[in-house]
């Protein structure tokens, strides 16, 4: 299942100043904010690496445990682009062999031309921006309710539910599978972060050039912390459900992946053993 699904489940982190005294906001006007600072949290991230685990379990029809897969990777920074190193792949290690990888990849990017290297950056930035600008429209498509106030590690939160807002019409065609999922957010009032996010999808949904789908009723948990007094990055991403693959496999899984040991560097430096 990996990350089509849950790409439309995850709603971003967003970063923001702490916010000014006057009258209390509307769930829209938070919601809205957040969103629309969520580019300037995405951009630091470049400034770190980090290491991630995925456990994929697959599940019998009862739900028991039939079988699991374990990946890691660190995440580095190679010539302004992440670069996913993998550490476990199925289960086994494969870090030796990778790092063949990794090698011949930063030799070829540190010869690079100026203008290579200028091109190659603007085509990941305009891809990454399109992947996420979608998330845009949330704000128009669906209905916020401020159900009230939390605590999560010792900040204080709004608690936001959400649902699709009838006859609503997405401009995008990614975000049509918004209209087909409800939830609950947890705000960071100060700074106007996605603390947490729960979701549910309510219909199904169709993804990928395979026709994958996924069932209603999957359900979806997203949490982020507080990295180095000055950024969000997420910290797990918990999702449980029941879909198809093509016409004829049926699927029923859980996948959580962890986010760890982020580090922060300076400057543009060149990989070596």
Not at 99 to 126: G, M, S
Not at 225 to 237: F, G, I, Q, T
Request: aromatic content about 10%; cysteine-free; glycine content about 6%.
């Amino acid at each position: 299942m990996r990350y089509g699904a849950a790409l439309a489940l995850v709603a971003a982190a967003a970063w923001g100043q702490p916010a000014t005294p006057g009258p209390s906001p509307t769930a829209r006007e938070i919601v809205r904010r957040s969103i629309e600072l969520d580019q300037m949290n995405w951009r630091r991230m470049k400034d770190y690496t980090w290491t991630a685990r995925d456990v994929e379990r697959h599940l019998d029809g009862s739900g028991r445990q039939k079988s699991e897969q374990v990946s890691e990777w660190e995440t580095l920074i190679l010539y302004g682009e992440p670069y996913r190193r993998m550490l476990i792949d199925n289960g086994k290690p494969v870090a030796d062999r990778e790092q063949d990888k990794l090698d011949r990849y930063a030799d070829k990017l540190e010869h690079e031309t100026p203008e290579q290297r200028q091109r190659r950056l603007a085509k990941f930035e305009k891809e990454r921006e399109k992947d996420r600008e979608f998330l845009r429209e949330i704000p128009d498509l669906y209905d916020f309710k401020l159900e009230g106030d939390a605590v999560i590690d010792g900040r204080s939160v709004w608690v936001i539910s959400g649902a699709p807002r009838p006859g609503a019409q997405p401009k995008r065609r990614d975000a049509r599978p918004l209209l087909k999922i409800r939830g609950r957010i947890w705000i960071d009032k100060a700074e106007y972060q996605w603390v947490r996010l729960e979701a549910e999808t309510t219909d199904t949904i169709s993804y990928g050039v395979f026709l994958a789908r996924l069932s209603p009723g999957a359900k979806l948990v997203f949490e982020q912390k507080r990295v180095n007094d000055e950024v969000w990055l997420p910290s797990r991403m918990w999702l449980r459900g029941t879909g198809r693959l093509g016409l004829v496999k049926k699927l029923a899984m859980e996948e959580e992946v962890t986010w760890s040991n982020y580090r922060k560097f300076q400057a543009e430096s060149k990989i070596v053993e």
